[in-house]
């Protein structure tokens, strides 16, 4: 059980650490991190597109199967060179897709505020108040169009920093509330076994 809760730990820091230094590139070269983004996009789409069209055309087959995939192709190849071409249209829908995922760690992080409770964690509060706010934040960026695209990356970039710090409070409050609530319990069996 310990080996999984340090692999767990050891992953909600790693990911954590990412959103952080995601987060600090979009604060400090808003413009030029989402065009690269964008274009990069682009070009795995176009690729795997002309790969898929490729394959059609090298295995000659006629089987439905192979019918769709060329026509997923042509599709996957279309939406690539229009990513390429005009990012800004992308860019605006990006806003959308970051506020799902805060959002969805918000939600993450209130059922680790659960665990907290349970067991027993006095300070339990503020992990609800840190999910509750990444909730809110995530929400806003869904819901809140703004005009300036720069000051929306900035903005993602700083919703990121704080989602991972926050996270990184949280996952670390849980395994100290498990490594606590495991030393007790294996004190309650010491105690049982010499009775």
């Not at 650490?17 to 991190?33: E, K, Q």
């Not at 919703?159 to 849980?174: A, E, K, P, T």
Request: proline share 2%; aromatic share 6%; net charge positive.
């Amino acid at each position: 059980m310990e080996k999984i809760l340090k692999k767990i730990k050891t992953n909600a820091v790693l990911s954590s650490l990412l959103c952080v230094a995601l987060g600090i590139v979009l604060v400090v070269w808003p413009d030029m991190s989402m065009q690269v983004v964008c274009i990069a996009i682009g070009i795995v789409q176009l690729l795997t597109g002309l790969m898929k069209i490729g394959e059609y055309l090298i295995a000659k087959d006629a089987s439905l199967y192979a019918q769709m995939s060329l026509v997923f192709g042509i599709v996957l190849a279309v939406v690539g060179v229009w990513i390429i071409m005009k990012p800004s249209q992308v860019l605006a829908i990006i806003p959308i897709i970051v506020g799902i995922v805060i959002v969805l760690h918000g939600v993450h992080n209130l059922q680790q505020t659960v665990t907290l409770c349970k067991g027993q964690y006095d300070k339990w509060w503020v992990a609800l108040l840190l999910g509750l706010l990444t909730v809110g934040l995530g929400v806003l960026l869904i819901c809140k169009p703004f005009t300036a695209l720069d000051t929306v990356v900035m903005l993602i970039g700083g919703f990121l920093i704080y989602d991972g710090v926050s996270n990184i409070w949280i996952v670390s409050r849980v395994y100290k509330s498990a490594k606590i609530l495991k030393q007790e319990a294996e004190a309650v069996d010491v105690d049982a076994k010499e009775v």
